[in-house]
């Protein structure tokens, strides 16, 4: 997903380009996220927050909920390095390579370092969030309206 931004840049660098546009523009953050499961139940935000803040700046925190109100289990949490340009800004440049790698080394630390970690009595199951365009590309293309490993369309041999 990154790699014709990080082209561009690369391509930019080499130019000069980058150095004018960002003397112009100011966007300096990359967000990246990850996936908490296997949560008590009784888990709220700030318990998460108090948890997971000590590897980086926490941007949010996404806890899914049904509609009776009652948690799924699970949680995202969003880190972001750098700051975020204000919201009325129009131009936006797109991440650096230094913030990429740097979010994505946050993102692995927290998952070597939390995933099977006790969180108020359950084994946390810390992981990277997918990209959504690698979901996009991994529905069942030989039969449209249907996502990933159905087992109906191979008659329930699961493949593994």
């Known amino acids: ?6 082209n561009a840049l690369t391509a930019a660098s080499r130019s000069g ?6 003397s112009t523009q100011s966007r300096d953050f990359c967000i990246k996220a990850v996936y908490v499961g296997n949560l008590p ?12 803040e000590i590897f980086g700046n926490i941007d949010s925190i996404h806890i899914p909920r049904f509609e009776d109100g009652r948690m799924k289990g699970y949680a995202f949490v969003r880190y972001i390095v750098g700051e975020r340009p204000p919201v009325d800004s129009a131009d936006s440049l797109p991440p650096s390579i230094q913030e990429i790698e ?16 006790d969180f108020m009595g ?3 199951r810390v992981s990277q969030t997918k990209n959504p365009l690698d979901r996009a590309n ?18 329930g041999d699961q493949g593994y």
């Open 122 to 124: 359950r084994s946390l």
């Open 138 to 155: 991994s529905f069942n293309r030989t039969n449209p309206g249907s996502y990933g490993n159905n087992s109906r369309d191979n008659n």
């Open 1 to 6: 997903m990154f790699s014709a931004a990080r």
């Open 102 to 117: 740097q979010a994505t080394v946050l993102v692995n630390d927290v998952v070597e370092k939390m995933n099977g970690v």
């Open 41 to 52: 139940w009784a888990t709220q935000e700030p318990d998460l927050k108090k948890t997971f």
């Open 17 to 22: 380009l980058a150095r004018t546009v960002g």
